[in-house]
């Protein structure tokens, strides 16, 4: 039996196991892996998640049981010391001699730390492994302390790998600053333009940046106090990340003699074998076409050459062109770069989108000829980042008007790219679990998966970083369409049916309750989203408030409030339009004081008062109903807020009264349970100060009217509200907006909104307008009718529930026992209180 | 308390080991189709009350996922048909049978025997 060893078990070195126990030949063989570290393989690219949850085992490559089941000695807190290349054997820190066969050396890379005069002191830290992250949380931790004000840290490197230590200095609770060399972040994937858009995006996200900085000193006694750039040009931080580069770990190379790149990298040929044909060299540590490539998928690619290699299958080699292509993670913002990202003129052209309002940037190169994406950049929005690496690595065909593939195209229902299914069966889709289209598409054509979950369960797909999670959705609904199979929308495993479906059946029969809807047409027990679902089809149907069916509510609406991240509860009264007497502020500030609870103007112009306890939001609800306000619903998937500007009551460009118009609107439809959250604006003039077309509904004031737009939204995918009709009176305004609203109500899945609703609307806002304005379909009356019965049963839910002792019981923390929960714990401030963090 | 001793106190008790049967109510003070939570000296435990099946089943209240007391504000069902919990906080599935994470994560929660005898309720304990 031949023996192998492995030097090194990070991510490349566990790779190479895996794929070597894949292989039927592997029983000629022993493998033996060393590993310098004290844990088994982890997965290093989710190195920041570790912050999260401190949890090392969560990041595990496999655990220890799985190298003995596959019959592989693992060895760690071992490092290798020496190789002896006549003899064949290595030597290791315990002076343990072990003869190979086949050496391999995965040893991967060290963090760069440059030769700066005080960066040996206390509080420098590198960001590679583990223990390199438990350290910095504790020093963090006993340097913030107690402390009020803002601590300064600092990451040495805008790299990939700097902005996103950058983000993790941030969360532990520093001001965190960026230093780079370059005149950019991210200068080895970005052009300077696009790294300018990246910069304004981050420093709005409180990452304060500094470009063309040298670092001449790390200032301080034993502890860093600061950094010095020149003379006069120093910052104040308490903690320093430095992520400038890496270096390979050749160390064992070079004393054995094997031959070293220029500047450091073990050398090795597409076999990946170094100059001893018996050693070989995989991952960071390897010099391949004179490059180390510092990411994690070139690697894997190097273990598949390295095991077939040693296995017999000798024309396995590795590929000549290696993919660079990256996608910045966790950090809040997209930024991805695949293929070619600044092209020279001679190889082809680019096309380039800039919206510096919005934060977005997209580049993409294409041959001279116009059929090729060479490569490009994507900031701000990466979702199709997927996509195009597809078309990039496959030489896939791009439309004719190569600028469709960022601005989108013209016209109807148009996608730029053609089928998912056009991608080569080959084409890896998700990296992370190296599956390929075709073990997607197979798992369902011959594996017998017949959905989304049964082909994650099968293939792993997604359960990596989840980036490819879309583009897998799409392959699994089209290849199943192709095969005749119907790719049924349903709610959940209970019930077979779709949110329409289930809307048209309880109206029908009169379904009385979650219970009965459940024996009628659904199975099992139900779960957290047949339950909410269909609390929303009943208020919708009969306006009922949570307070009926109780245990079907989704937490928030079940106690009427949102939970907080300790387990306390928001209070927010409803302020129509935003107008608000001095009196109820007044009050509402009383309310406060006394129930001590941290105050904020919210977003959506009204005030939420946060940090009560359960069993003090009836007594805080009493006191609020008592003086006059009502529920503002923040908790519901229902009408939000109907946010106004001052309009022509007193503003000099107002056009209309545009408060009056939205506090009616909000009035009309307060209480209204719908798919998702519904929210609104009526602004008096096109300078739109009430953000109207940010909105599901907005309204803006004309010569003549208002215009309605439909169908807008903020969060996580902004859309603007698209123009629906103008110069309306406020009648018909209202006359639209109730059919819109009961359409949309009736008609979308469970928590989509009005934007992606019309999205997927077949004919969008042309058939839209069609059915709501020119009444298509026959039912505008029917709808009109339906949201009147709903507007006239409206009634203000927490003055229910605190007028009923029976409904007051679920408001109370312990079952038996009047105590409260004591694990809550709270910390001042800026004069008000916060929910105490978890050590 | 530090998080961990937090964590440590909830360890799964089986109908076998159980040292003392503590009655924490009546039947009728459990919501149906619901959780809820009680206290047993420093513990947080959650109750579920499934009336469709007339199971009844118990655990910790810590959520392990960020440490929060709040597993019996979660909406309760099946999947698959074994009965679960999904925390409010970011919706992790928990088995109410034996704890394990219905989303093959590696967090666990301790699970209680609960017993009913005439129209009271117990919870099984081992301390
Ligand atoms: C309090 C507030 C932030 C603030 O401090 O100002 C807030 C807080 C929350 N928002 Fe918001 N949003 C608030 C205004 C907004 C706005 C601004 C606006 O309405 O003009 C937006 C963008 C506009 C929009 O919705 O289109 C906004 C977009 C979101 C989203 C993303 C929605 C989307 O379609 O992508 C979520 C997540 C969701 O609903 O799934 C969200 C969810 C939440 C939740 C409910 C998250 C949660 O489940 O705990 C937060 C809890 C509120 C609480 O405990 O009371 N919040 N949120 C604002 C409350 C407004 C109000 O008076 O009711
Ligand atoms: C925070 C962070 C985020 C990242 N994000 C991404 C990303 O988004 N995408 C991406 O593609 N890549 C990313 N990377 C890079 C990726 O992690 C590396 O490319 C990958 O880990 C390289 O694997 P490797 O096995 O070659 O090296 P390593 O994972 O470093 O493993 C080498 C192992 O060998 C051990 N070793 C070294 N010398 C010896 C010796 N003499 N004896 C015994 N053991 C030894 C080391 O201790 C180490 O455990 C990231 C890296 C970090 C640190
Ligand atoms: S939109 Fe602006 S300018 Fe127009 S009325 Fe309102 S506040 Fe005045
Ligand atoms: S706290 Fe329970 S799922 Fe996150």
């Known amino acids: 039996m031949k023996h192998v060893i492995v030097v090194g078990n990070g991510m490349v070195g566990y790779k190479f196991c895996e794929k070597f126990v894949e292989q039927s030949k592997n029983k000629e063989f022993k493998i033996t892996v060393f590993g310098e570290e004290p844990r088994p393989a982890y997965d290093r690219v989710h190195l920041s998640e570790f912050f999260e949850n401190q949890d090392a085992k969560a990041l595990e490559m496999a655990p220890r049981e799985w190298y003995e089941e596959h019959g592989i000695e693992l060895i760690t807190s071992e490092r290798i010391t020496d190789i002896h290349r006549s003899s064949k054997k290595i030597t290791t820190t315990k002076d343990l001699h072990y003869k190979y066969d086949y050496l391999v050396l995965a040893t991967g890379s060290a963090p760069f730390v440059p030769n700066i005069s005080g960066i040996e002191k206390k509080g420098v830290f590198v960001y590679r492994t583990i223990e390199d992250l438990e350290d910095m949380l504790g020093y963090a931790k006993e340097v913030i302390g107690d402390r009020k004000e803002t601590v300064k840290a600092a990451v040495l490197g805008g790299g990939l790998l700097g902005l996103e230590a950058a983000k993790a200095v941030k969360d532990m609770g520093f001001e965190p600053h960026v230093v780079e060399f370059a005149p950019k972040l991210m200068p080895r994937q970005l052009d300077t333009r696009g790294s300018k858009v990246l910069q304004e995006k981050i420093e709005s996200l409180g990452i304060n940046v500094h470009l063309s900085k040298a670092t001449n000193k790390i200032l301080g006694d034993d502890v860093i106090t600061g950094m010095e750039f020149g003379e006069y040009d120093k910052i104040d931080v308490e903690m320093l990340v430095v992520s400038a580069g890496i270096r390979p770990r050749d160390e064992l190379g070079k004393t054995c003699d094997l031959k070293m790149g220029v500047r450091g990298g073990i050398v090795v040929n597409n076999r990946m074998q170094t100059s001893d044909p018996e050693i070989f060299a995989i991952g960071e540590v390897a010099l391949y076409n004179n490059m180390i490539y510092g990411l994690v998928a070139p690697g894997y690619d190097m273990a598949e050459v390295a095991v077939n290699q040693i296995i017999g299958n000798t024309d396995v080699l590795m590929a000549e062109e290696i993919d660079m292509s990256t996608k910045l993670k966790l950090i809040g913002v997209d930024v991805a770069s695949f293929g070619e990202p600044f092209m020279p003129v001679e190889k082809g052209y680019s096309i380039i989108f800039e919206n510096k309002t919005k934060n977005l940037y997209k580049r993409v190169n294409i041959s001279h000829d116009g059929n090729l994406l060479l490569g490009g950049i994507l900031i701000g929005d990466a979702s199709d980042y997927n996509m195009f690496h597809q078309i990039y690595l496959n030489g896939l065909p791009i439309p004719e008007d190569a600028e469709e593939l960022i601005i989108g195209a013209r016209g109807e229902g148009g996608s730029s790219f053609g089928s998912v299914l056009d991608i080569p069966d080959a084409a890896q889709v998700c990296s992370c679990e190296s599956v390929t289209k075709g073990d997607i598409c197979c798992s369902i054509t011959e594996g017998g998966c017949e959905n989304l979950g049964d082909v994650i369960a099968k293939t792993k797909a997604t359960t990596g970083c989840g980036g490819c999670k879309p583009m897998v959705v799409d392959l699994v609904n089209e290849t199943l369409k192709s095969q005749g199979k119907e790719v049924k929308e349903v709610l959940c495993e209970h019930f077979s049916f779709n949110r329409q479906e289930l809307y048209d059946l309880v109206k029908v029969n009169k379904v009385a309750d979650y219970d009965e809807a459940l024996n009628l047409f659904g199975e099992g027990h139900g779960c957290e989203i047949c339950k909410p679902a269909l609390a929303s089809i009943f208020a919708t149907i009969t306006m009922e408030t949570p307070n009926r069916q109780v245990a079907i509510q989704d937490t928030n609406d079940k106690y009427l409030a949102n939970i907080q991240r300790n387990g306390t509860y928001s209070v927010v009264p409803r302020v129509a339009g935003g107008e608000i007497t001095p009196d109820q502020l007044i009050i509402i500030g009383e309310v406060a004081k006394k129930y001590d609870l941290y105050t904020k103007i919210t977003g959506g112009q009204r005030i939420d008062l946060f940090g009560a306890q359960i069993h003090e939001l009836p007594l805080i609800w009493k006191e609020l109903v008592d003086a006059g306000f009502e529920s503002g619903h923040a908790y519901g998937k229902s009408l939000r807020t109907v946010k106004s500007c001052v309009g022509s009551t007193w503003c000099r460009y107002g056009m209309h009264e545009s408060v009056t118009f939205a506090i009616d609107i909000e009035n009309r439809y307060r209480g209204l349970r719908s798919p998702h959250k519904l929210k609104g604006g009526v602004s008096g003039c096109i300078r739109e100060c009430a953000e109207a077309r940010g909105k599901d509904f907005g309204l803006i004031a004309v010569e003549g009217g208002w215009n309605l737009y439909v169908c807008g939204n903020g969060g996580a995918t902004p859309k603007h509200a698209i123009l629906f009709a103008e110069q309306l009176d406020d009648e018909t305004a209202i006359k639209y907006l109730d059919r819109f609203l009961m359409f949309y109500i009736r008609t979308a899945g469970p928590l989509v909104r009005t934007a992606p609703w019309l999205e997927k609307l077949d004919g969008g806002i042309e058939y839209l307008k069609k059915v709501i304005i020119e009444d298509s379909l026959g039912i505008a009356e029917e709808l009109e009718t339906e949201m009147q019965g709903l507007v006239n049963k409206y009634e203000c839910e927490w003055k229910q529930a605190i007028e009923d002792p029976e409904m007051m019981k679920r408001f109370k923390h312990f079952v038996n026992s009047d105590d409260t929960d004591d694990n809550l714990a709270f910390v001042p401030m800026r004069d008000q209180k916060m929910p105490k963090a978890w050590n | ?127």
């Open chain 2, 1 to 127: 308390m530090q998080e961990q001793d937090i964590l440590n106190q909830y360890q799964s008790v089986s109908e076998d080991n159980v040292k003392e049967w503590f009655k924490v109510g009546v039947v009728e003070d459990f919501p149906e189709n619901s959780g809820a939570c009680i206290k047993y000296k420093t513990k947080q435990i959650a109750v579920y009350n499934f009336v469709r099946t007339g199971k009844w089943y118990a655990t910790q209240n810590l959520c392990p996922h960020k440490m929060e007391m709040v597993l019996s504000l979660g909406m309760i069902g099946d999947k698959d048909g074994v009965p679960k919990v999904a925390c409010p906080m970011h919706k992790k599935n928990f088995s109410l049978e034996d704890g394990s994470n219905l989303g093959g994560e590696d967090l666990k929660i301790a699970t209680y025997p609960v017993k009913i005898k005439k129209g009271n309720v117990y919870i099984g304990f081992s301390d």
